[in-house]
């Protein structure tokens, strides 16, 4: 839940506690009350994520969704993911809310079979420009043919 500071209203901080040791905040007393201060977003690096190890950058997904792709392709969940857009068998355009900086992202593409016997792959569509603000994905089958399968799973890196 966001907290919307006014300008009148100011923010007291305990001392001690999680994150908040004693003398820590902008001051030299242990308590302090913010008022008429800008408060700016923390940088997340791996320090940050407790079960993280190594010195590696984290990268999180910059859109995700999972979506139904037989019949009228539905969305279950999504992250930055406005609509499916169903450009025939096993042809589906995943749009974004929120364009990407350019395209050189890194779509990860996972598919649910259609049955215990089968199989089911999902790839960018190899005669499709990837964009800014969509990705043009193809799933096919062992054969191979164009086909829905029952369920689509795509991230987005950048």
Do not use: C, E, H
């Not at 908040?20 to 001051?27: C, D, E, I, L, M």
């Not at 302090?32 to 190594?54: H, R, Y």
């Not at 164009?146 to 991230?155: L, R």
């Amino acid at each position: 839940m966001p907290l919307i500071l006014d300008g009148t209203t100011g923010v007291t901080f305990p001392a001690g506690g999680l994150g908040n040791p004693a003398g820590a905040v902008a001051g030299l007393t242990d308590t302090q009350t913010l008022t008429n201060k800008t408060l700016t977003t923390p940088n997340i690096d791996s320090a940050q994520f407790a079960t993280v190890t190594g010195t590696a950058p984290i990268y999180a997904a910059r859109a995700w969704v999972n979506f139904n792709g037989t019949g009228t392709p539905a969305i279950r969940g999504s992250g930055n993911v406005s609509s499916i857009t169903d450009n025939g068998a096993g042809d589906y355009t995943v749009n974004f809310t929120t364009a990407m900086p350019d395209a050189n992202y890194s779509p990860a593409i996972a598919t649910q079979r259609n049955g215990v016997n089968s199989a089911v792959w999902g790839s960018v569509k190899f005669d499709s420009t990837m964009a800014a603000s969509n990705v043009r994905i193809a799933t096919v089958d062992v054969t191979p043919t164009s086909t829905d399968p029952q369920g689509v799973f795509v991230a987005i890196f950048r």
